[in-house]
């Protein structure tokens, strides 16, 4: 399946370096999300994009920057991260309109932090 | 209270067993469900929604219970492959915004 694509899939970084993680959907979804899973916790919500425009910030780190530049791609900026910052980061895509709420997501990528 | 919460398990139940567990929403509000599931390092994915008047898909049956504001899943003729964990997943709003369960985890023994 790739209707939900990310790169790269793992990603070992130390905290002075600056990386990008990418999204990519092939859905035609107007909508896409970054969230964080950490081990035994629920998916947390870190972004939203709607039609290219952020519509959440969930009080994420300013260490953390997205970008939205089409409907199609989303950007995770990473830079001066933390070892706490250690998790897999999922992209997902939705329609947003109509009543179909649901959410398609990428294989994620697993992020270490050192 | 989390908006969501489940049950962590481990569930270790035999092949052909059958399994059920619950989850429990906060938001009497909430309009849409659904069940992810996810294998392990892997991402999640739909598993299926959750109507009003419940359903069934193969041998995964769900249902919705909004005066006691929780939902079910229930695997029958469990097989290996259904080792996974399983999350609970609600619209607690009307818009697009999901929350997610921290999972329950079945492991399907031979």
């Known amino acids: 399946e790739t209707g939900v694509t990310q790169t790269p899939r793992h990603l070992v970084m130390g905290m002075t370096n600056k990386k990008s993680l990418k999204c990519e959907q092939h859905?035609?979804?107007?909508?896409m999300y970054w969230y964080k899973q950490s081990a035994k916790k629920p998916l947390e919500l870190m972004f939203v994009?709607?039609?290219?425009?952020?519509?959440e910030n969930n009080s994420v780190p300013s260490r953390f920057s997205p970008e939205c530049p089409n409907s199609s791609h989303l950007f995770l900026h990473l830079h001066t991260l933390q070892p706490e910052d250690s998790a897999l980061y999922l992209c997902?895509?939705?329609?947003?309109?109509?009543?179909?709420?649901?959410?398609?997501f990428g294989p994620g990528t697993r992020l270490l932090v050192l | 209270r989390k908006e969501v919460e489940q049950d962590p398990g481990p569930f270790n139940v035999p092949e052909g067993a059958t399994v059920t567990f619950n989850c429990t929403y906060s938001?009497?509000?909430?309009?849409?469900f659904f069940w992810y599931r996810q294998d392990c390092r892997k991402e999640p994915k739909l598993l299926m929604s959750?109507?009003?008047s419940g359903n069934e898909d193969g041998r995964f049956t769900a249902q919705l219970n909004r005066a006691s504001q929780y939902i079910s899943l229930l695997i029958r003729d469990s097989k290996l492959s259904d080792s996974a964990t399983y999350l609970c997943?609600?619209?607690?709003?009307?818009?697009?915004?999901?929350?997610f369960g921290a999972g329950t985890t079945v492991t399907v023994r031979a």
């Open positions: 994009y709607n039609f290219k425009e952020q519509t």
């Open positions: 959750v109507y009003s």
């Open positions: 859905l035609g979804h107007n909508a």
């Open positions: 938001n009497s509000a909430s309009q849409s």
């Open positions: 997902a895509s939705s329609p947003l309109l109509g009543r179909d709420k649901t959410q398609y």
């Open positions: 997943v609600v619209n607690p709003q009307r818009d697009y915004k999901l929350s």
